[in-house]
């Protein structure tokens, strides 16, 4: 009985269109979205926490949509936009409404779930650029903050919406 070679996994091409760039990569059929960003793309802002969809750590926007990197193949998000943490900061390098808020409220703590914060917020300030305080804690309801520090978080989606009304009138 001789044992047999071990077989290369098979391999497919996928154009990503993330944060307004086209990337051109090869990865496996079975590839995550989340772990294309993070090691074929090289955007390692969106984190990976608990793998299921659970925790919100790896939330990005899709056609502005949020949703779970870590439960999308690469392959099934060709021709959409895809919208990165790092997306998020304007051309000129300033920081969005979202990640001016988290630094003014201490909305970052830890850090790990930010990313995922940020983009679902992004979205949802977008859709409610007045929320109020109950507004604000459904908006980040699906995210996990194992800091469980909460109140920074709130008062920065509160302080996001503000600024993007200010931006928006000026």
Do not use: W
């Amino acid at each position: 009985m001789t044992m047999s070679e071990p077989t290369s996994e098979e391999t497919v091409p996928v154009r990503l269109h993330v944060n307004g760039v086209t990337h051109d990569i090869v990865v496996p059929p079975r590839r995550l979205l989340s772990d294309a960003l993070r090691h074929d793309i090289g955007l390692t802002g969106t984190h990976v926490g608990c793998e299921h969809g659970v925790c919100g750590a790896c939330t990005i926007l899709v056609d502005g949509a949020p949703s779970r990197a870590c439960l999308m193949f690469a392959v099934g998000a060709q021709d959409v936009e895809l919208t990165t943490v790092e997306g998020l900061t304007h051309e000129d390098g300033s920081l969005s409404p979202v990640q001016q808020a988290f630094k003014d409220c201490h909305g970052l703590q830890c850090g790990f779930c930010t990313p995922g914060f940020l983009t679902t917020i992004a979205a949802g300030i977008r859709d409610n650029p007045d929320p109020d305080r109950e507004d604000a804690r459904d908006m980040i309801a699906g995210n996990l903050c194992r800091c469980t520090g909460y109140q920074n978080i709130v008062a920065s989606v509160l302080r996001a919406a503000e600024i993007q009304r200010e931006e928006e009138a000026s």
